[in-house]
């Protein structure tokens, strides 16, 4: 297999398109998920047509959205969040309420 070089770009992608929505199958039945975080069981979802940026947000951007919003995270908000949780050492852990 050949490759070629590419010229490096620094587009940005801006704006944002419209998802259709439809139905899907959401949830799991592994013994891992927590269905009280809509996790389980498998079920079927209905999804409303909705808008998203073509591209992931940057910190930067967020950052921006957050001052002029005062938006607050619910890991702010709650002072914790399940979030990478199984990589949290035991001593941390523990000294979490």
């Known amino acids: 297999m050949q490759t070629r070089p ?27 998920g927590f269905p009280a975080d809509g996790e389980g069981p498998v079920r079927r979802v209905r999804l409303s047509p909705f808008w998203i940026d073509v591209a992931a947000v940057s910190n930067a951007q967020f950052a921006e959205f957050v001052a002029a919003t005062a938006y607050r995270t619910e890991a702010e908000a ?17 000294r979490i309420p």
């Not at 490096?8 to 929505?21: D, E, F, K, Q, S």
């Not at 709650?78 to 949780?85: A, N, Q, Y």
């Open 78 to 94: 709650f002072g914790w969040t399940f979030v990478f949780h199984l990589f949290v050492p035991d001593e941390l852990a523990r």
């Open 6 to 32: 590419v010229a490096r770009t620094h587009a940005v992608r801006t704006g944002m398109v419209r998802l259709p929505g439809g139905d899907f199958l959401m949830g799991t039945e592994d013994s891992a």
